[in-house]
């Protein structure tokens, strides 16, 4: 019986990951790396092999890679020693026996050359090593999380508008869950051996779509407000936020603008076989709102 092992188990796409391929393989085929398994003491309850192990640990990687047949690679933390990290995981799972190997990569385009601080160039490298070693892989390009829009447009954009570096490039970012239902896709079906998809949520927007979106959510006018790019990442420094961590969110927030997430694709709807959730739906049921949108009734939308 093939062993399935999920990588991040205790993080938010490693843990979507685990929790849905439950819905529909044996838990007795699972298996999920943490460096803390007492952290995923709810998945182990459920039947999943909780593995220890640390990317900076090869010999922890050997061990618990040992009987996997396909392994999803959830790329590691930003900040960190990705290369050597993603190296020491694909080189153990080879040792291992691993037969193929999934890697969350995250999305880009190359032609324009815009580097993600942080991600983009550990990402390069790794598919690259991941395509010389040998192992059979899927590369799944993520675009960014829907589940964290209010993270690069405010939570107050109903009060000071949406204000962000200027720039009409878009994104079409998607659900954890979708992106994690993505994952099981691979993990469980035959067919996508050595390919590399660009995954999306179903509609794309401009941060200036997404005010007019607002707007109608709201039933007030929500300004699309462009600001420099220096001011956008002060006012991370002015929140307390460390200098690295102001510059990487800033990165991926001018990113956007600069097109680095526009390219659309329907390679997530294909792989999950029905429509992710878009961002206007998203932002209708889960944006804060300051003031409940006006209708005829003059009750606030649900």
């Given at each position: 019986?093939?062993?399935?092992?999920?990588?991040?188990?205790?993080?938010?796409?490693?843990?979507?990951?685990?929790?849905?391929?439950?819905?529909?393989?044996?838990?007795?085929?699972?298996?999920?790396?943490?460096?803390?398994?007492?952290?995923?003491?709810?998945?182990?309850?459920?039947?999943?092999?909780?593995?220890?192990?640390?990317?900076?640990?090869?010999?922890?990687?050997?061990?618990?890679?040992?009987?996997?047949?396909?392994?999803?690679?959830?790329?590691?933390?930003?900040?960190?020693?990705?290369?050597?990290?993603?190296?020491?995981?694909?080189?153990?799972?080879?040792?291992?026996?691993?037969?193929?190997?999934?890697?969350?990569?995250?999305?880009?385009?190359?032609?324009?050359?815009i580097n993600q601080v942080g991600v983009t160039e550990s990402d390069v490298f790794t598919e690259k090593t991941l395509r010389a070693s040998g192992l059979t892989y899927t590369i799944l390009h993520n675009p960014m999380y829907l589940d964290?829009?209010?993270?690069?447009?405010?939570?107050?954009?109903?009060?000071?508008?949406?204000?962000?570096?200027?720039?009409?490039?878009?994104?079409?970012?998607?659900?954890?869950r979708d992106l994690a239902a993505g994952n099981v896709a691979v993990l469980t079906q035959d067919g996508h051996e050595n390919k590399s998809y660009t995954l999306n949520g179903s509609e794309a927007a401009s941060y200036r779509d997404i005010?007019?979106?607002?707007?109608?959510?709201?039933?007030?006018?929500?300004?699309?407000?462009?600001?420099?790019?220096?001011?956008?990442?002060?006012?991370?420094?002015?929140?307390?936020?460390?200098?690295?961590?102001?510059?990487?969110?800033?990165?991926?927030?001018?990113?956007?603008?600069?097109?680095?997430?526009?390219?659309?694709?329907?390679?997530?709807?294909?792989?999950?076989?029905?429509?992710?959730?878009?961002?206007?739906?998203?932002?209708?049921?889960?944006?804060?709102?300051?003031?409940?949108?006006?209708?005829?009734?003059?009750?606030?939308?649900?």
């Amino acid at each position: 019986m093939s062993k399935l092992l999920v990588t991040g188990a205790t993080g938010n796409l490693g843990r979507h990951t685990l929790q849905l391929l439950l819905e529909t393989v044996p838990a007795e085929r699972l298996a999920g790396l943490s460096r803390s398994p007492e952290r995923a003491a709810d998945l182990a309850a459920q039947g999943v092999d909780i593995r220890q192990g640390d990317y900076s640990d090869f010999d922890s990687l050997v061990k618990a890679f040992a009987g996997v047949d396909k392994l999803l690679l959830v790329s590691a933390q930003a900040f960190t020693d990705r290369n050597t990290q993603h190296y020491k995981a694909i080189t153990a799972a080879r040792q291992a026996g691993v037969k193929h190997v999934i890697y969350t990569s995250i999305q880009r385009d190359d032609e324009l050359g815009i580097n993600q601080v942080g991600v983009t160039e550990s990402d390069v490298f790794t598919e690259k090593t991941l395509r010389a070693s040998g192992l059979t892989y899927t590369i799944l390009h993520n675009p960014m999380y829907l589940d964290q829009i209010a993270g690069y447009i405010g939570t107050d954009a109903y009060e000071t508008g949406v204000r962000v570096p200027p720039g009409e490039g878009t994104m079409a970012p998607a659900l954890l869950r979708d992106l994690a239902a993505g994952n099981v896709a691979v993990l469980t079906q035959d067919g996508h051996e050595n390919k590399s998809y660009t995954l999306n949520g179903s509609e794309a927007a401009s941060y200036r779509d997404i005010a007019t979106t607002l707007s109608t959510i709201h039933g007030k006018p929500v300004p699309y407000l462009p600001v420099p790019v220096a001011e956008f990442h002060e006012s991370y420094l002015q929140k307390g936020i460390p200098e690295h961590v102001a510059e990487f969110l800033t990165a991926w927030v001018a990113g956007v603008g600069l097109g680095s997430f526009s390219k659309n694709t329907d390679d997530l709807e294909k792989l999950i076989g029905y429509r992710p959730t878009s961002y206007r739906e998203f932002l209708e049921q889960n944006y804060p709102s300051i003031a409940p949108r006006t209708t005829n009734e003059s009750v606030p939308s649900t």
